[in-house]
């Protein structure tokens, strides 16, 4: 097949999908955002640089790739072994490499925002690390918009067997734009390679976002994710979904903010498909004002492994509302499946023991809260940890 015949039977799949809704999260009417041209002619370009670093996102990283709008690109590597394209330079260069991994894990009929990004989406990083290679340094990445309309960038990871990395997104928005953000990823992850994926996320209360993530891992492979939400967003739904080899692990932990009318549902789903493979999700999730958060997850256990799933939910006002969705099943005698979910307050006395050892009872909520919102992820680079530590803070003094 030809990347004409390619690219027509992907937009056949997508025409047929354009009113097909997500079973999860609120629906959105996206015919304004079919429109091809306006956003292109009119956004300038210009990256808000404390909006970059507000998410976390190293601008002087030595592998990079940064988008504003659909309007402007920009991507480096200076780190060996590491690789980073836009997206449709890499399918101009390399059509039968982009045509093995494009569009493979997520299919564009999915629902009508798949449709829609490919459709009318631009850039998104193309990010190899190649076969063997360690990266220490985290690979930073930036999707800011400017201006109100559609972003839609397509991103692919590929780690090669035995290599190891860290992907850092930060995707943010400028005060008032209304936009739609859909983000497709597609993460390849080698026999017995690793790669940690940190994801933040700063929208604006009239901000409507909707990723769509699949990733595959290999034989003895790892994936870690670490996605947060820190800021207002009107609706935000996301359901990444991840497959697993033998013996190949994932670990996926989400931190979800709730804030004023934000409307809330994020998800994760494993499906051990190879024996001795595991899976862990992890979720918290802090609703205050009138926010509502759906915390979903499910584990699929096709084969002998194991699963666990965590969701807890803190609730910081009396008008908001969160609610738990785990989901396991077993589909093999010898796979073990368990899960464990709360919803409550702080513990007011725990408030209490810390006023009695001097605290303020603000500076106390803030201690417990951020003791919530923390999650230990082991194996994680220095840099990494002091960036999470940075957003587990901002988390915390947005809660209260």
């Known amino acids: 097949m030809d990347l004409k015949d390619w690219h027509s039977k992907l937009r056949e799949k997508a025409l047929k999908a354009l009113d097909k809704p997500s079973p999860y999260g609120l629906d959105i009417d996206i015919s304004q955002y079919l429109e091809l041209g306006e956003v292109e002619s009119i956004s300038k370009g210009l990256l808000d640089v404390s909006k970059a670093e507000e998410v976390g996102v190293n601008l002087n990283a030595n592998a990079l790739y940064i ?9 480096l590597s200076r780190i060996p072994g590491v690789e980073v394209y836009r997206i449709e330079d890499f399918i101009e260069q390399k059509p039968d490499e982009a045509m093995e991994f494009a569009w493979r894990l997520v299919d564009p009929s999915t629902d009508k925002f798949t449709a829609l990004a490919y459709l009318r989406g631009r850039g998104g990083y193309f990010i190899r690390v190649k076969k063997g290679s360690k990266v220490d340094e985290p690979i930073m990445a930036c999707l800011y918009m400017s201006y109100k309309g559609l972003q839609a960038p ?5 780690v090669e067997d035995g290599a190891e990395a860290t992907v850092y997104t930060g995707c943010t928005i400028a005060p008032e734009v209304l936009g739609l953000h859909v983000g497709i990823s597609e993460f390849f992850v080698g026999r017995k390679a690793k790669l940690r994926f940190v994801m ?6 009239v901000a409507h976002v909707r990723p769509r993530t699949v990733v595959s891992v290999d034989e003895e492979g790892e994936y870690i994710s670490y996605y947060v939400n820190i800021s207002k967003v009107k609706t935000l739904q996301t359901y990444p979904k991840v497959y697993l080899s033998s013996n190949a692990k994932a670990f996926l932990a989400s931190i979800l903010l709730g804030l004023e009318d934000s409307d809330i549902d994020v998800g994760s789903a494993a499906y051990i498909e190879g024996d001795g493979a595991s899976a862990e999700l992890v979720s918290r999730a802090i609703a205050r004002d009138e926010s509502k958060i759906v915390m979903r997850a499910q584990i699929t256990g096709g084969r002998m492994g194991k699963g666990h799933i965590d969701c807890r939910g803190l609730m910081m006002s009396n008008n908001s509302l969160i609610q738990t969705v785990p989901e396991l099943i077993a589909k093999h ?8 979910a709360s919803i409550g307050r702080l513990a007011e006395d725990e408030i209490n023991y810390l006023i009695s050892k001097g605290f303020s009872r603000d500076e106390a909520i803030s201690a417990l809260v951020r003791g919530f919102a923390t999650i230990d992820i082991s194996d994680l680079p220095e840099k990494v940890r002091n960036y999470i530590e940075t957003i587990e803070k901002i988390v915390s003094e947005k809660a209260l």
């Open 67 to 75: 988008q504003v709008d659909q309007s402007y690109f920009k991507y």
């Open 333 to 340: 005698p010898d796979v073990i499946l368990t899960h464990e």
């Open 200 to 205: 933040v996320h700063s929208w604006n209360k």
């Open 154 to 158: 397509h991103n692919i990871v590929v």
